[in-house]
């Protein structure tokens, strides 16, 4: 004779829960405190303190719930031994054209205000750093920080698997920006980079993913932002809504 039905606490209807001013204040605060930053500190990052955030963001929604996202979590020598396998190959000249970004996460042909834009924030990085206009040695050298994480102590790369579409792509982006608003919120800094997507192969091997299924997205440095590095003061502009936001009445 079977028991009584009992209901999935998690599948029971509800209202959602009411967010106080001060929790609206908040939230809005590790939104817009969120940049990226380009040194940090080498504080250690409790273990259990990356769970909570990953736990946190999991809840970011995805199409029919199917949470594309995996995340490979590095620190110590795992961290240390994958930076150091990227920088001998972007320090190699006879490297260089051998490693090709598996997807294009920008354009083929820039044009404006996209280009504009891109060219702002990279100039005011770079003025700075007092990296002048055709300083190759120098560029080269600050784009290589990106696979030291930064010198974070704890260094992510994403993985999607290839079977999925675009959507689940859109999935991971606000995936990706819980993990930001989440770090902020513990008073922990990020830098999402797509740099790290011209190296998927020596990732995929270093990691020993299956290449033919798994696709690296994206990586992100996690940890506390150096509050004496200079070019962690650069904040991005943002345009005001009135310029992407239509209403209809």
Same mark, same amino acid.
């Given at each position: ?33 969120? =940049? ?80 504009? =834009? ?132």
């Amino acid at each position: 004779m079977s028991g009584p039905v009992t209901s999935n606490p998690a599948s029971v209807p509800r209202a959602p829960d009411a967010i106080p001013p001060a929790s609206t204040a908040a939230v809005d605060a590790a939104i817009t405190s969120r =940049r990226s930053i380009r040194r940090f500190l080498p504080t250690e990052v409790q273990r259990s303190v990356i769970e909570d955030i990953l736990r946190v963001s999991a809840r970011a929604p995805s199409g029919t719930n199917t949470q594309p996202w995996r995340v490979h979590v590095l620190t110590g020598a795992s961290l240390q031994a994958l930076v150091d396998r990227i920088m001998a190959a972007h320090n190699d000249p006879a490297q260089v054209g051998l490693h090709q970004e598996e997807y294009d996460y920008y354009p083929k042909e820039w044009v404006s205000p996209f280009i504009d =834009r891109r060219r702002k924030v990279g100039w005011d990085l770079y003025s700075l750093l007092d990296i002048t206009k055709g300083d190759k040695a120098r560029m080269h050298e600050q784009n290589g920080r990106n696979f030291r994480f930064f010198d974070a102590p704890v260094g992510m790369i994403f993985t999607i698997d290839r079977i999925m579409g675009k959507g689940s792509l859109l999935d991971y982006g606000m995936f990706l920006e819980n993990i930001m608003v989440a770090a902020r919120a513990r008073g922990l800094d990020t830098c999402p980079q797509a740099a790290f997507n011209a190296y998927h192969a020596l990732i995929s091997e270093h990691l020993g993913l299956d290449a033919e299924r798994e696709m690296v997205v994206v990586g992100m440095a996690l940890g506390h932002a150096d509050p004496q590095a200079i070019e962690n003061s650069l904040l991005s502009e943002r345009v005001p809504v009135s310029d992407f936001a239509t209403f209809w009445p």
